[in-house]
Every structure is written in structure tokens, then in C-alpha cells.
């Protein structure tokens, strides 16, 4: 079955300093990964997806993410971070070789920036 | 610009009034999606569209339909809203099967009163 984990419910980071957010999945095939983001009472922002190739993902905003297959990570991450990327950061994953091609989400990770 | 659009993004509805919630989208895609979310958690799929055809997760209630008229609009019927269907509605899109990733629209805010 597949899954995804983002271990923390909430990360604070001071502005200006580097950001990661964590994210573990699980799927019997080949991972398809992304990364979402929500600002308040507002729907969800692609940020960055991962299928294929190079292992480190440059997305929206500034944001990266590396694909670690060994131990099957996704983290978000960012140089600097910024108060206005205070939001709501959802992963998800489906698995490629799988028909059920819809998304399993983690469970979401609040990020406080404080200036 | 291509986008999905939610209508209203904020509906007040009374206990057991049916209601309906709006998406369209200008993108063409073949895929539109309902989503759940309450309190800042996951967003959970109720059902979606391939094309024409309906897919229903198990665990979506009865009291929750839906209809896809034609390619750019989809409907979230609410049958008999009960307090606890209160939550974001989320409506998004993707264009197959493949890799890419979901748009989203900015949701609706259901009250139930």
C-alpha cells in the first residue's frame, strides 16, 4: 500500500535561515512525488514534483527537494526562508506503475517563520 | 489565465438544506476532482471525474453527489447537510493519468448553521 509521512506537525525556522520540511513515503513501484503548499482559506499551490531524472527538484518560491530512493525521502527545502512562506506544506506521492493513479497525501506541516 | 474557479468561496447553508458547490475550469483537462478538508488536514478525495465517467471513493457518504455536465464544469451536491460536512471543498483538475501534478482551485468554506 502506498503512503506518506511528514513527521512534523509544525516547523519554525527563523527568517533568513535554511528550511526543511520532511517527507517519507512508502510505494511498491516507482515514486511519483510532490509538494504542495496552502495559504490560509485558500486552495492548494503546486510547488515542485519529482518523476524522473536529476534527484534534486528546483520548484516555486525558491524551493527545492531531493529524492533520496535509499531512504525513500522527499524533503522541501529552502536556502532562506521568508515570513511569507509561512503556510501549510502537504506532500504527496502516487505510484507510477500503479492504475490507481490518484494521490496519497501526508498529513501536512505547518512552517512558522518568525522575522 | 487558465485556472480553476470556485464558486461561491464562502457558503452558509442551514442543517439538512441541500447545496450545491460550483468548479470550472478553463484548462481542458479530463480529470476534476472533489475534495474534503477539514482543519488544516489532508485533503480527503470524496470522488472524481475521468471524463464522463464517476468514480466514488467507498467511504463518501450517500448524501454527497456529484455531476460533470460537460468537460469545464463540475458539481458537489450536498444532499442534507449535517453540521459536521462543514469544511473546505476542494475542486481540482489534472490532465491524465500521468505525472502531473493537480490544480487546485481557492476551495469553498462551508457553514452549515
Known amino acids: 500500500a502506498q503512503s506518506v509521512a511528514q513527521p512534523e506537525d509544525q516547523v519554525n525556522v527563523a527568517e533568513g535561515n535554511p528550511l526543511t520540511v520532511k517527507c517519507t513515503y512508502s510505494v511498491s513501484g516507482n515514486p511519483y512525488l510532490f509538494w504542495y503548499v496552502q495559504y490560509p482559506n485558500r486552495g492548494l499551490q503546486f510547488l515542485l514534483k519529482y518523476i524522473t531524472g536529476d534527484n534534486l527538484v528546483k520548484g516555486s518560491y525558491g524551493f527545492e527537494a531531493e529524492f533520496n530512493k535509499s531512504q525513500t525521502s522527499f524533503h522541501l527545502k529552502k536556502p532562506s526562508a521568508l515570513v511569507s512562506d509561512s503556510a501549510l506544506y502537504f506532500c504527496?506521492?502516487?505510484?507510477?506503475?500503479?492504475?490507481?493513479?490518484?494521490?496519497?497525501w501526508g498529513a501536512g506541516t505547518k512552517l512558522i517563520i518568525k522575522p | 489565465d487558465a485556472m480553476v474557479i470556485q464558486n461561491p468561496r464562502y457558503q452558509v447553508t442551514q442543517f439538512g438544506k441541500p447545496v450545491t458547490l460550483s468548479c470550472s475550469q478553463t484548462l481542458n483537462h479530463n480529470v476534476m476532482y472533489w475534495y474534503q478538508q477539514k482543519s488544516s488536514q489532508a485533503p480527503k478525495l470524496l470522488f472524481h471525474y475521468y471524463d464522463k465517467d464517476f468514480n466514488n471513493e467507498a467511504d463518501t457518504p450517500d448524501n454527497f453527489q456529484s455531476r460533470r455536465p460537460n468537460t469545464s464544469f463540475c458539481f458537489l451536491d450536498i444532499r442534507s447537510p449535517g453540521l459536521g460536512d462543514a469544511a473546505m471543498y476542494l475542486c481540482?483538475?489534472?490532465?491524465?493519468?500521468?505525472?502531473?501534478?493537480?490544480?487546485f482551485g481557492s476551495g469553498t468554506r462551508l457553514t452549515v448553521v
Open positions: 481540482a483538475t489534472s490532465r491524465d493519468h500521468t505525472g502531473d501534478g493537480y490544480t
Open positions: 504527496a506521492v502516487r505510484d507510477g506503475w500503479d492504475s490507481n493513479y490518484q494521490l496519497i
